[in-house]
Nanobody, 117 residues
């Protein structure tokens, strides 16, 4: 069973930056697509960004140009660098691992990001 542990959330003023990390257990990390989701107050969970096993990336329109997703397979860790944060970026950010060949998905416990106006 894969364990995912997020860190790096917190309270920041609008315009500020945060860097989230997601540490994964097990060797499946390097073969998996990794992604960040978020769920704002009263909203549905939404995809923020993903990075494939070979480094391809995709972003939600709302974060393009401000957020950067990356991964370090040697450390079994994924990152989300968030710049120019806005109050609407507030929410719980979840790390997600999608195993290859549709073999299932794992979630982290989430980390809170709060952006004050």
């Amino acid at each position: 069973q894969v364990q995912l542990v997020e860190s790096g959330g917190g309270l920041v003023q609008a315009g500020g930056s945060l860097r989230l990390s997601c540490a994964a257990s097990g060797s499946i990390f390097r073969l998996s697509t990794m992604s960040w989701y978020r769920q704002g107050p009263g909203k549905q969970r939404e995809l923020v960004a993903l990075v494939t096993n070979n480094g391809g990336t995709n972003y939600a329109e709302s974060v393009k140009g401000r957020f950067t997703i990356s991964r370090d397979n040697a450390k079994n860790t994924m990152y989300l660098q968030m710049n120019s944060l806005k109050p609407e970026d507030t929410g719980v950010y979840y790390c997600c691992l999608d195993r290859p060949v549709g073999l299932g998905r794992s979630w982290g416990q989430g980390t809170q990001v709060t952006v004050s106006a």
